[in-house]
């Protein structure tokens, strides 16, 4: 047996309460290298007295087997969950490898014989420890979260009301080349007025890109934290808009850029002025006094772009200044935001701008001034990567979650795809990050293929819309919730930033009306189903760019194929009553299904 394979890491996401009585346990081998791993658990201070003997409560048999869960290239991955009554835990393995027996604790990993050391394998000096589940420990995240179908709306570009001022560019007239300096007069009130339609969609959640008052388009150069950009309406506006997205179940979340503001804010243009003597100048990080040293425009504004600044700043843009978060005076400011929104608008979620180049010790602060308002305020991260750092329940309940894009980008899209997977690998790299997280974590995650800051996903997939369906069709029988960027639904294109940022397409002549019901269908499922927000996902093929994979009672198969294929059905199926689930259609018992080429069957 590959010794060094076996890995377990106490009070981690191979370790965690998964509620108040129950751990989450996870072992990993070499892949195909053990015939079988049991779990010895108890509480360390229970013994019982038999035949005048103190007998240790975790000295019982059978013990509890673990169940082989996922594996990925090189790994096999072992899960059970158990617990004792009084939540204190010492625990240890038995691993099961071609007739012998390995014990594996926190201080030995050994060949053990069951009868001759049954003292070694009962002496709990070498177990793994968990000491106690303390409930406000718990990962607290809304219970809200997992059934949200989330809408993002980059505001400027998608609807322009009736109310609103001239002296923007006609709404949509412009279709390529689009930038961030281009306003076309999208606001509040166009958002109101095309709540039906998101309603008649399914959405139960908004995300706004940054609405804040600011000199670009995209407005995450933030000039005024407390005030709604003019472009889009008053506050009182976005207070009705609130009002109306609750009154038919859709929840708001804004976006916090408070990792960097704008040039034009108030406290950096105190700092232009009057360098050190400032009371601001510790809000930012500058090198030294003189650092406007690059040429300005006629409106005292940056004219240069990506440069290296004598001050820190978001990329390399002398546009966006980065506030030091640990500073009293900013710190403070920014919790005033962050509470203010939540206390006098009654939003319902965060999304933290570049929130991995922001301190811990301020996210952690952030989340208990909010909570405190709020208890079951959404908080996520823009992370692009791996984000435990951060999930640990006392910074955020989630991250947009790019670890579930990478993989669908490179198995369905071809575009711009340098590095495309099989479906062998687009199943170990999902495996992957189902392992990455605890569970109670997982099912909070925001899911997304497109957003303001990638290309479209109809780009990506080189205009095909069944290979749009399948991406789509993922996310949303994947845990946590499934997000659209507003116009994939119609079959909005667009490339990397700002194209991707294009006028929404509201003449039914210019959208996509059977991808629109593919997507209506789809939500109204994940919202009937409830297998389809599971966490665990059980594999039943994974080649030939082929999927067939099982969450509960629930059987999907994707063809990543340009040809249609006829599928040998998996034996647990095989000549079983299926029922079509997006057809409603019982179909007759068979032992193979034909696929059409990238299409895609939901059974149940």
Not at 289 to 297: G, K, Q
Not at 450 to 479: G, Q, W
Request: glycine fraction near 4%; charge should be negative.
């Amino acid at each position: 047996m590959n010794l060094a394979a076996i890995r377990h890491i106490p009070k981690s996401r191979m370790a965690y309460a998964a509620n108040e009585s129950k751990l989450h346990l996870f072992l990993q081998t070499a892949k195909n290298d053990v015939d079988r791993v049991e779990l010895i658990i108890g509480d360390p201070f229970e013994w019982r007295l038999e035949n005048d003997k103190y007998v240790w409560s975790g000295n019982l048999f059978p013990l509890q087997i673990m169940e082989k869960i996922y594996d990925t290239e090189l790994y096999d991955h072992y899960f059970v969950e158990s617990g004792t009554p009084s939540t204190r835990a010492k625990y240890a393995f038995l691993l099961y490898s071609q007739g012998k027996t390995y014990f594996y604790g926190c201080r030995d990993l050994k060949e053990v014989d069951i009868v001759k050391d049954k003292i070694f394998i009962h002496d709990l000096v070498g177990y793994f420890n968990y000491p106690y589940i303390n409930e406000e420990d718990l990962v607290d995240s809304p219970a809200w979260t997992k059934d949200t179908v989330w809408y993002q709306i980059f505001l400027d570009r998608f609807n322009k009301s009736k109310d609103q001022k001239e002296g923007y560019i006609p709404f949509g007239s412009v279709t390529e080349n689009i930038k961030n300096n281009m306003f076309f007069g999208g606001d509040l009130k166009g958002v109101i007025e095309k709540i039906p339609y998101l309603v008649d969609l399914g959405i139960t959640g908004i995300y706004f890109t940054p609405i804040f008052k600011a000199y670009s388009a995209h407005k995450y150069d933030t000039e005024d934290y407390f005030t709604i950009d003019p472009s889009f309406g008053t506050n009182d506006d976005f207070k009705s808009l609130v009002n109306a997205c609750h009154s038919v179940g859709i929840k708001v979340m804004l976006d916090a850029v408070f990792n960097h503001c704008g040039w034009d804010h108030p406290f950096f243009q105190d700092v232009i002025k009057n360098k050190r003597n400032s009371k601001y100048w510790d809000c930012f990080y500058i090198k030294e006094d003189h650092f406007i040293d690059f040429p300005l425009d006629k409106n005292g504004r940056p004219a240069v772009h990506n440069i290296i600044p004598k001050f820190k700043t978001f990329a390399m843009t002398p546009f966006m200044p980065k506030l030091n978060t640990s500073n009293p005076i900013m710190e403070k400011y920014l919790l005033d935001v962050a509470q203010y929104w939540v206390k006098e608008y009654d939003i319902d979620g965060w999304r933290l701008d570049v929130s991995n180049e922001v301190s811990h010790v301020f996210w952690r602060k952030f989340r208990q001034a909010v909570r405190k308002i709020k208890p079951d305020l959404y908080i996520i991260g823009e992370n692009w990567d791996d984000s435990t750092p951060w999930l640990q329940g006392d910074q955020f309940d989630a991250v947009m979650n790019y670890e579930i894009s990478y993989p669908l980008w490179q198995f369905i899209s071809t575009y711009k795809n340098p590095y495309p997977i099989d479906a062998e690998k687009f199943m170990y790299r999902i495996n992957n990050l189902l392992l990455s997280y605890p569970k109670n974590v997982a099912i909070n995650m925001f899911n997304l293929v497109s957003s303001h800051d990638t290309m479209r996903i109809m780009t990506r997939c080189e205009n095909d819309v069944n290979k749009v369906k399948l991406t789509y069709l993922f996310i949303f029988s994947f845990c946590g919730s499934p997000a659209i960027y507003y116009g994939d639904e119609i079959g909005m294109q667009g490339d990397h930033d700002p194209d991707n940022r294009r006028c929404m397409l509201w003449d039914n002549s210019q959208q996509n009306q059977l991808l629109l019901s593919f997507f209506k269908k789809l939500i109204w499922l994940r919202k009937s189903y409830m297998d389809f927000k599971l966490v665990d996902i059980t594999w039943h093929h994974a080649k030939n760019q082929v999927l067939i994979y099982q969450k509960g009672s629930i059987f999907f198969i994707i063809n990543n194929n340009e040809n249609e294929l006829i599928i040998t059905l998996p034996q647990v199926i095989r000549n079983k009553a299926l029922t079509d689930l997006e057809t409603d259609v019982i179909l007759p018992k068979s032992e193979t299904m034909v696929i059409p080429s990238y299409g895609y069957r939901i059974l149940k």
